[in-house]
């Protein structure tokens, strides 16, 4: 099915005007011709509008979509296990790389998203997250074929495995490099109704968190390494790994390089999604769930926010039409300065394209730029940083500008 494209037009400024008149002369010889109008000024603001087009279709669920620096292909990740290459508008005949036989799609599961080495073009690695038919959470370490840059050798290096079986909800889903060359990891609480388990605040588990690790030199005795500066280095139970908790599924997160910040989009329960930003450097952060849900405690009658770090932006279920929120990227492509320095965002339900601009502790000029995309699963970013949207319908869609 084709979705419809709407969207409302963002006004960033009114257009300026003006001109002058000639003088007259005396009264003898022809009147002086009028003045020709100004030329436009390049440089003044334009009203602008944001619309899709169609980059590719006819794709199996597509849930995320990213490239290598630099890159003209767009690697699609489908959800039953395989990955294509997007290119020209076009789709590989023959995907990239193909495990489905390997992954479990159950409930929430499958293969959610992929990662690009930052030395990719030296070392040609990158990193899957996927869940295996068990339910468990699995990160392995792929290499592109030698011989052809559009086929990876299906051979992994299995680095992280994470249980994950009572509940077949809340997976996480997204690997991805931060600036410090590491490699994060955002798992779900491990699923079921208000966090049952409580993993989303028990340090002794790796659910419900964001996971940081060093990848550098993986072997298949030692597959990472915990950095040093991760806050829990030297406790029991796995602690080490930890960079954050308190999430209860951070579907899709993202690093903005150039300001240091740490953007994630964390699933609510039944009544608030968030947004939560904070310095990309800040170890330990405690992201509140189930303590709270959003800035509201989940637990009225058992409720300290002392020590957690409330999301910037919070939008109800109800007058909102949301369910699942899709968090995004800041936008840092060259394509739309107009665009710089927002983040954009959706939701799986609500279907619209929204952002703001986060300015030091508060997300300011928020505003919606397309009314429906259809059923929002994913973001994704190509090798030059323009942004995508990817649907449910089996659509990459490319986010285009149209001026007023």
């Not at 489905?100 to 799609?105: N, S, W």
């Not at 959470?137 to 009572?166: K, M, N, Q, Y």
């Not at 390494?225 to 829990?232: D, E, K, L």
């Amino acid at each position: 099915m084709k979705l419809a494209a709407g969207f409302l037009t963002a006004m960033l400024a009114a257009c300026g005007g003006g001109g002058g008149g000639g003088g007259g002369g005396g009264d003898a010889g022809p009147a002086p011709s009028p003045a020709p109008p100004p030329a436009p000024d390049p440089q003044a603001p334009r009203s602008f509008a944001l619309v899709t087009e169609v980059a590719a279709s006819g794709l199996a669920e597509p849930v995320f979509a990213t490239a290598p620096e630099g890159d003209a292909r767009l690697f699609v990740v489908e959800r039953a296990g395989r990955i294509v290459i997007v290119q020209g508008g076009a789709r590989s005949a023959r995907p990239f790389l193909d495990i489905a036989a390997r992954v479990g799609t159950t409930g929430e599961g499958g293969l959610l998203s992929m990662a690009f080495d930052p030395r990719y073009a030296v070392n040609g690695f990158f990193y899957l997250y996927f869940t295996e038919a068990s339910g468990d959470i699995a990160i392995e370490r792929f290499r592109v074929s030698a011989a052809d840059p559009d086929v990876a050798d299906p051979a992994p290096l299995r680095i992280l495995t994470i249980p994950h079986r009572t509940f077949s909800n809340h997976k996480g889903g997204l690997v991805r490099f931060g600036p410090d060359g590491f490699l994060y990891l955002g798992t779900g609480d491990g699923g079921g109704g208000g966090d049952p388990s409580r993993n989303g605040q028990n340090l002794d588990s790796l659910l419900g968190k964001l996971l940081r690790i060093d990848v550098r030199n993986a072997t298949a005795a030692a597959p990472y390494a915990i950095p040093s500066g991760n806050p829990f280095t030297g406790q029991p139970n796995r602690r080490a790994e930890i960079w954050a908790y308190g999430l209860r599924n951070p579907w899709r997160y993202a690093f903005d390089a150039p300001t240091g910040r740490l953007y994630i989009g964390d699933v609510g329960q039944a009544r608030l999604e968030e947004v939560d930003v904070s310095p990309a450097d800040s170890p330990g952060l405690d992201y509140g769930w189930n303590v709270t849900e959003g800035t509201e405690c989940f637990a009225p009658d058992s409720c300290d926010k002392a020590g957690i770090t409330l999301p910037v932006l919070e939008y109800g279920h109800d007058a909102d039409g949301g369910c699942s929120v899709i968090g995004g990227f800041v936008y840092r492509g060259s394509a739309f300065p107009e665009l710089e320095g927002r983040y954009f965002y959706s939701d799986l339900c609500g279907g619209w394209l929204r952002s703001f601009v986060f300015s030091g502790s508060t997300a300011s000029d928020p505003r919606q730029f397309i009314a429906s995309m259809g059923t929002v699963l994913s973001f994704g970013e190509d090798g030059q940083k323009e942004l995508y949207v990817l649907t449910g319908a089996g659509e990459v869609l490319r986010i285009q500008r149209v001026f007023q």
